[in-house]
């Protein structure tokens, strides 16, 4: 046990921060504006590209942000949704905090669905918005609505400047707060004459610690040892990754604990791309269109052992029905999600790359070959059912599935990819090969139709050296398409691919499955996609059939800057395997 | 089954903190029977009272969601068991009716009211206790000439707490040490492992 405890103290250390700042326009001790001591903030924290929109109420930030376009790049949204979508992106790929600007009132009002897709999505986040000022609060002014209380249940946190001798020390605590524990979106809302007060500025401090907020619980040994315990006698252990595993930065760790244990992992939505689609211990997704076998077997497993995950609904179905059997051991940064949703036999507190290198020392160098080797008969059964029809169609009409199939093969996996929501995100996360972590940009929680394509904006940005895929339906292109506007202003390199189906496809599966087909506006009309998209400067073209696919993704993935590509697929089509909702787990449908 | 708890909760003193801490209810759809927030044994550390009827495995996770948010240094739940409460009342009643009827003086002496306010028409009683008392008493009063009456929520102590100056202490270190439990939680070892 000494070694582990010292592995403890060891991994402590590492994981605190050592950071080079980078230097600011202005020195401490010198009369700024509130609007400059946002900017110099931002260039302490290190922040280079982020997304905004002016207005009224944020001018003054936007007038200083003139002297500052050689440090920040600023990128202009067309919409304050794409603008916070983008910042999603970004913090994604790139694993930094995403910063979006806004103005007052509407403005700081359509961020609102960004911030909650952050907050359930756990994505650091730094919003900024506009404020009328301090004298006018609560007087109906011009753009004034009350930002801080309409946000307060989707932030991590939000805080009104008034007076700017704040602002550098809100603005620490903001970022401070975005990025630990478990991360999610800030709001600082600033009013107007908080941005053009002069005061004497004392410099940059980061924020390290707020008495009131313990961003990692202690990590507890005795509860891991019991943990390794429990994993060294179990013959049919089962590992859930979640995306907490990515937020911890803790993806080695991962490997190194499953590898050594031989422990086969199935992944959450978000946890996807956290290990690479090809290892051998990776047995593929959970959830209600996830694989077969994990779904199956996690109502046969042992012990069940879950890393940064939150036991969502759409990946228990009905608890009641969920892992009964097993032992379950719940690894999580937060520790109101311990016993949340399903009980704990041993909750593990903590930072999963402090906790899970503790638990990789403890446990037994082990192969469970017989049990492996169930989840891989169940894959060859899913694969004779329903997959190898949706990757291989005998029929004319093109799949979802073919799509990602043929995607595959020309990106060798290498690719972002960016979804936005229903069934084309459900077969790309079912499909899409991942080689290496932030590969996978979607919207998991919230399920918020029209992020995909500001989503792929920003997360451009995040991975400037990366091929970023947007794989988007027509039904939620058409809600966030004004951002192709973004994406010609900026040349952002982000491949388009509309699957479109001519229905708004989830809701048509269910209303055929659950409502006797009864289609109640699910029947979409689209625009000519390549037309608007050659409105706006971008290359596109549209395909029906088998033939041009695949040349058709080539000269998608090999044209220089952005490409649109529609391809037509089956309009009735449907996502199987389906765990129907009210069934558990083990009720999956294969058809 | 549904019961009455008591929600300790020890805050920074912010604005919108008390929203935030709203929320965390309207959003479950639990009503709240009652709400005090006031300063606590700590300078600058807020104490909030909230009682509330649900089943404890409810209160359980609701005082953990409200423990993560990050003005937040502590939360606690209780049941009645567990904490002294009382509630403050006042009661606005006709002076002639104090003197002309006894009765009204021996209810008042019998429910250990005394006098806030006595004025030629109107004279203001003040008692503290427990919710039944109160409400008996409102009762009685009713019929005997009650003009105003209000009630205080509800302020309690917790039997078993040492003070929030030490807890404070471990807070304000910006490494705490690895011996600090951080949640009741994790103590109650035999009741977590089913092993």
Not at chain 1, 228 to 239: D, T
Not at chain 1, 274 to 294: S, W
Not at chain 1, 527 to 551: M, N, Q
Request: hydrophobic residues 40%.
């Amino acid at each position: 046990m000494s070694s582990a405890t010292e592995l403890m103290k060891r991994k402590k250390s590492e994981s605190r921060e050592i950071s080079t700042q980078p230097k600011g326009k202005v020195k401490a001790q010198t009369s700024i504006s509130g609007s400059v001591a946002v900017l110099e903030a931002l260039v302490a924290e290190g922040v280079t590209d982020f997304f905004g929109y002016p207005g009224g109420a944020i001018m003054p930030i936007y007038d200083a942000l003139y002297d500052y376009t050689d440090t920040l790049n600023h990128i202009l949204v067309r919409h304050e949704q794409g603008g916070i979508h983008a910042a999603q992106g970004y913090a994604r790929t790139s694993g930094k905090v995403g910063v979006v600007f806004a103005t007052s009132g509407p403005g700081a009002t359509n961020l609102v669905t960004g911030l909650a897709d952050a907050q359930i999505d756990s994505t650091p986040l730094v919003c900024i918005t506009g404020q009328v000022f301090a004298h006018l609060l609560g007087t109906d002014a011009f753009q004034e609505t009350d930002v801080i209380n309409i946000t307060t249940p989707v932030t991590k946190w939000n805080y009104q400047v008034t007076d700017a001798n704040e602002i550098p020390s809100v603005l620490a605590k903001a970022f401070y707060i975005a990025k630990t524990g478990r991360p999610g979106p800030v709001l600082i809302d600033i009013t107007k004459n908080a941005q053009i007060q002069q005061f004497n500025y004392q410099g940059y401090k980061p924020c390290t610690h707020i008495r009131s907020y313990r961003p990692k619980p202690n990590v507890r040994k005795e509860y891991i040892q019991d943990a390794a315990e429990l994993i060294n006698q179990a013959k049919k252990p089962f590992v859930l990754l979640g995306q907490g595993v990515i937020l911890g930065k803790a993806e080695k760790e991962f490997r190194a604990f499953i590898e050594k244990g031989g422990l086969p992992a199935a992944s959450t939505v978000l946890g996807l791309s956290a290990i690479p689609t090809d290892h051998p211990l990776n047995v593929g997704m959970l959830g209600m269109h996830g694989n077969y076998g994990p779904n199956v077997l996690t109502n046969e497993c042992d012990v069940l052992i879950a890393v940064g995950m939150r036991f969502d609904d759409r990946v228990t179905g009905r608890l009641d029905k969920y892992a009964k059997q097993a032992k379950v051991i719940h690894l999580d940064i937060d520790p109101a999600e311990i016993d949340k949703n399903v009980q704990a036999t041993v909750p593990v507190w903590g930072d999963c790359k402090e906790t899970l290198p503790i638990l990789t020392a403890l446990i037994e160098k082990k192969d469970h070959p017989e049990w492996l080797n169930k989840f891989r008969e169940m894959q060859a059964e899913e694969e004779d059912v329903v997959i190898n029809d949706e990757l291989h169609p005998k029929g004319e009409i093109m799949t979802m599935g073919e799509v990602l199939d043929v995607l595959n093969e020309l990106t060798k996996g290498d690719a972002v990819i960016v979804t936005d929501v229903g069934q084309h995100q459900m077969v790309a996360c079912r499909y899409a090969k991942f080689n290496q972590t932030r590969s996978n940009v979607t919207s998991g929680g919230l399920g918020t139709m029209g992020f995909a394509l500001p989503a792929a904006i920003g997360a451009k940005f995040g991975a400037k050296d990366r091929t970023v895929v947007a794989i988007i339906g027509d039904g939620g292109f058409q809600m966030t398409l004004q951002e192709l506007g973004t994406i010609m202003q900026f040349d952002v390199d982000v491949k388009i691919i509309i699957l479109n189906n001519n229905f708004l496809g989830m809701v048509r599966q269910w209303q055929q499955l659950f409502h006797d087909k009864r289609y109640s506006f699910v029947n979409i009309t689209s625009p000519d996609f390549v037309a608007v998209a050659k409105g706006y400067s971008i290359a596109g073209k549209s395909i029906s059939k088998r033939e041009g696919l695949k040349s058709a993704l080539q000269e998608m993935l090999d044209h220089k800057g952005s490409y649109l590509l529609e391809v037509m697929v089956g309009k009735e089509n449907n996502v199987f395997p389906m765990v129907p909702q009210g069934c558990g787990v083990a009720e999956i449908r294969l058809k | 089954m549904k019961q009455e708890f008591t929600i300790t909760v020890y805050t920074e003193n912010h604005i919108g903190l008390l929203n935030r801490i709203a929320i965390m209810f309207s959003r479950r759809k639990i009503n709240i029977e009652s709400l005090n927030t006031s300063p606590s044994e700590v300078e600058g550390i807020h104490r909030f009272t909230i009682v509330i009827h649900e089943v404890e495995e409810v209160v359980k996770k609701l005082v953990r969601q409200i423990e993560k948010q990050v003005e937040v240094l502590k939360a606690y739940y209780n049941n009645n068991d567990e904490i002294v409460w009382q509630e403050l009342a006042l009661y606005k009643v006709s002076t002639d009716k104090v003197i002309e009827d006894v009765k009204v003086e021996r209810l008042l002496r019998q429910y250990g009211a005394r006098a806030v306010v006595i004025r030629k028409d109107y004279t203001v009683f003040e008692t503290s206790g427990h919710r039944e008392e109160i409400n008996k008493l409102v009762e009685v009063l009713g019929d005997l000439g009650l003009i105003e009456f209000v009630r205080s929520a509800r302020v309690a102590i917790i039997n078993a707490s040492n003070g929030f100056y030490e807890k404070l202490k471990e807070f304000e270190e910006e490494k705490p040490g690895s011996e600090i439990v951080e949640n009741e939680f994790l103590d109650k070892q035999d009741e977590v492992f089913s092993m």
